[in-house]
């Protein structure tokens, strides 16, 4: 009996198939938008004389880490005297205590004795009382340098012509706060950071990565807190919830948009990270 031939398979349309099934993936499948904790880097800026300028450690949160891993805070109390840190966790806390401590002493027309006593004594940084209408100040200031700058003499006039772009640059700035305090308080005083206010992270060569990593990790637990605290207290939701949707659309979401730069305006994550040291 002849054997029967087993006719071929025409595979001539698998390669059309995997196309549309690649195709058909492609287009049904969403890409989520990354939400990691981004910085920005400072821009470069000339170095000046700073010997005879001192610096209030009030407002600087310094954290040091050496090359035995040891924790330290640089002028926690004021007074040059490092304090050694045992439990890094403690560091979140640490840093939380330092943004808000003074925040209820920033309108000093309302200050009693008592208050400007234990506003005086401690070592946090210094809330003042900003309103929408304040930031005018700046854009006075602004014109009132350029009006003195045109009466100079060319040479000289090029020279100062740097400082104006700075503080053209903090128009800008001062503009976009304006507009949301303007918005969401009116002309009602808000509590404002002082803008030296800054965390100093330094670490050495030799300081393990995980314990520079921890730190990183608990600056931005600290961070994270005050400001959803302040957005669960203004917006009645978290602040991841307010940013998620931020980011995810910032156009369809644009109110949420304003209230994630607006909780940001209000506690500033002013980070200064220093290179490392043999």
Partial sequence: MAKREIPEINAGSMADIAFLLLLFFLVTTTMDKDQAYIRKIPEKIEKKNTENQEIDTRNVFHIYANANNELILKDRNGKNKPVFV??????SELLYEWYVTNREFFDAEKLTAADKQKKAENQFPWYSASSANDYRIVKENYFSQIEDIEKLPEGERKKQEENLTMIYNEIQKAEEKRKLFKEFFGDLKVPELSDKAHIRIEVQEKTSYELFAKIQSEVEEAVYRVRDEECRAKFGESYEAVKGKAIQDEEKYEDDKKKW?????????????VLPKN
């Fill in 86 to 91: 045992k439990d890094i966790e403690s560091i």
């Fill in 261 to 273: 730069d607006l909780i940001d305006l209000l506690f500033p994550a002013n980070i200064i990270e």
